[in-house]
């Protein structure tokens, strides 16, 4: 226990206690708090506010891939259209002729991000138009979605079977990935003849978090206890088996929650999702509006050139989204570069993400504590040693404004997620608690130091120095308020003869219980110390002469009273002789007030010891 009190009364070991305290109570205060009140979705919620403005600050040009080409349907489209081809939707032979158009200028992949739902009636042959020309074309891919209703409406409309060939072979060995949150219970099906004619089909049901804002891709869905695979990941992982000659027959989530397909290794996060690597509004892919590619088939048939700025090989081993980019037709998302993002261009963004594999990773929770940790130490240490809290306060700005800056770059540079908001909330705290600490200790230091200078080591009591101050103080306020004191000089009777029987260490023992027995006898208020040697002094606040050799007298009674165990287990009895002083009757300074108590203390002495000396004229009153 010796030893543990020496390591506390050194002012590092304290530090780093009291850092280590801090980091346990925030800890504590996160865990109660996530249990509680669910303060991680709070935290997450404003984590991915950071994540947008970070995402929005990149100094980099991002790239998009030049062979992405976004054919799309807006309302310049469907305004210039109307005449030919009349309201939305239109009838499904123009998509045909679409598809037999851009395959003649030898496209690679024609993507449809269009619901061909239902048939429609009166124009069943343009609808197997469409489904004969997407079979005749194995390049041509169409789209299809997922549903969650009610059981009822499942009972009364039959979920449907569908056909194995649209299944994903997936074999899933993460141990946190189960796509509870992509998991549905309805289909909603396209054109029969399509689904029987060709297995070029995927979904396009697209995921946002809390906020409404959409950051992450799906990958897979589940549907009756199957995978289904999203369109851009069916896309890519066909477009690299043809053209890199890859067998590709199943996918792999291993136990990092890496999905591995071909030669594709892309990190998912722990709900099966790819953190997309969104391009801001300045880098787009090549857009080319629907009624460009129209007309220039119909000038086609008629001989003449493409519609301007289009040309003859614009399109070939091109990538192709077809999709409705017009606001009017409600496919239409917010992400964080951008409110307004069509369905259409964020199949394409997901494509080139698959391709260049350049998604974002985000760093799990046992990094950021880490870092969390980290800056904690860094605050801890300068607020610690730099005594001037101006400068303290500036560092460790700096020190928080330095991590933003690298969690900034991590991200736009090498596609690394580091949260920001924990690191900020925790350093705010280390360092507000430091610096409460750090005054604490301060007080404490300063209380210790204090301490140490105005008490005696031996018996604990006040030392000679603070009696002085002390007495002039007592002085100083009896003349204000017009009142009394009185000072009691002790002495221990026959100390050196007690020392020279038991030894000097008894002596002290003796000394240090006499002390406490004094302390103990007389009010908080009253002062007790040690004058010199075995003589103590006592200040007792507001009595007269009469009061004070009452109080005297009780002290040597108590004293006289009391066994006195020594170290050894031996028992004595010690008495005390005492003189009394009261200001100002005594005396009107600190010298004449000791004076007169000394001389009291005297004829005690003189009188047989073991009592209160004598005033002047006033016979002695013995502790009997």
Known sequence: MKNLFKFW???????????????????????????????????????????????????KEKQVNPNIIIVSIDNVSLEVLQEELGRWPWSRDVYAKIINYL???????????????GAQKGFENKDNELANAIKKYDNAYVSMDFDNISDE?????????????????????SKSINFENSNFNYCNLILESLIKNTKNIGIINFMRDDD????????????????????PLKLASDYIAKNEKIKIDKYVINEKNQLIFGNKIIQLDDQGFMIINWNDIENKFINVPFWKIYKSMENEKKGLPPVQ???????????????????????????????VYPGVEIQATVFNNIMKNNFIKRMGSTVNLGICILLGILIAITVIKINEPFISTLISIGILASYIIFASIMLNQYNLWFDILPQFIFVI?????????????????????????????????????YFQEHLAKCMEKANKN???????????????????????????????QVGQTLRKAVKSNDLVARYGGEEMVIVVDKVHTEAAMKVANRICKRVADKKFELSDGVSVNVTISLGVSTYPIDGKTSTELIEFADQGLYRAKHNGRNQVGSLPEIKIITAE
């Open 429 to 465: 705290l280390t360092f507000t608690f430091m610096f409460i600490v750090k005054y604490l200790l301060k007080s404490k230091d300063f209380e210790y130091t204090y301490r140490l200078a105005t008490t005696d080591g031996l018996t604990n009591l006040y030392n000679h120095r």
């Open 309 to 339: 700025p289009l040309e003859k090989g614009d399109f070939k081993n091109k990538i192709i989204f077809i999709g409705a980019t017009a606001t009017s037709l409600y496919d239409i998302k917010t992400t964080p570069v951008n409110r």
């Open 9 to 59: 009364e050194n002012k590092l070991f304290r530090q780093v206690s009291y850092f280590l305290l801090i980091i346990l109570i925030i800890l504590f205060l996160g865990r109660l708090g996530h249990k509680f009140y669910n303060i991680e979705q709070f935290f997450e919620a404003y984590e991915l506010k950071t994540y947008d403005l970070r995402l929005n600050m990149a100094g």
């Open 103 to 117: 395959n003649k200028n030898d496209a690679a992949i024609l993507n449809f991000d269009l619901k061909f739902v």
């Open 153 to 173: 409406d499942i009972r009364t409309n039959n979920a449907p079977d569908l056909p194995d060939i649209l299944k994903a072979n997936l074999e899933n060995h």
């Open 212 to 231: 409404g804002v959409s950051r992450r891709s799906p990958t897979f869905f589940k549907y009756k206890d199957n995978y289904y695979p999203y369109m």
């Open 482 to 512: 017009n009142t009394r004191f009185a000072v009691i000089l002790i002495d221990i009777d026959f100390f050196k003869k007690f020392n020279d029987t038991y030894g000097h260490q008894a002596g002290d023992e003796v000394l240090r």
